[in-house]
């Protein structure tokens, strides 16, 4: 079965550390852009990060720069979201999409532009 699967998400206090996976089964993420969102109850989704297929350059939005960092291992499949000092307000639905767009294009794509999204994870920060 062809998907992107999204771990990792909980309940973690504000200041508070979590890692957010996205495996892919089925395909491989090598020749994929991967970026991650995140959309809270009555927002829109939002962009957050996303990493290159081949040399690695990310983008990362600058409402988490400095606190979220995309990394991705090829050899596991798998793409990694590193979120610290979390706060309140980064409480949402994570999700990860998967890609053949370039990394300074993917963002500019509507939702049913993607090629592969994750069904996504619950991220809770609160006291």
């Known amino acids: 079965q062809v998907q992107l699967v999204e771990s990792g998400g909980g309940l973690v206090q504000p200041g508070g550390s979590l890692r957010l996976s996205c495996a892919a089964s089925g395909f491989t993420l090598d020749d994929y852009t991967i970026g991650w969102f995140r959309q809270a109850p009555g927002k829109e989704r939002e962009g957050l990060s996303c990493i290159s297929s081949d040399d690695g350059s990310a983008y990362v939005e600058d409402s988490v720069k400095g606190r979220f960092t995309i990394s991705r291992d090829n050899a596991k499949n798998t793409v990694y979201l590193q979120m610290n000092s979390l706060k309140p307000e980064d409480t949402a639905v994570y999700y990860c999409?998967?890609?053949?767009?370039?990394?300074?294009?993917?963002?500019?794509?509507?939702?049913?532009?993607?090629?592969?999204w994750g069904q996504g994870t619950q991220v809770t920060v609160s006291s």
């Open positions: 999409a998967a890609d053949r767009s370039s990394w300074y294009q993917f963002f500019l794509l509507d939702r049913d532009e993607y090629e592969y």
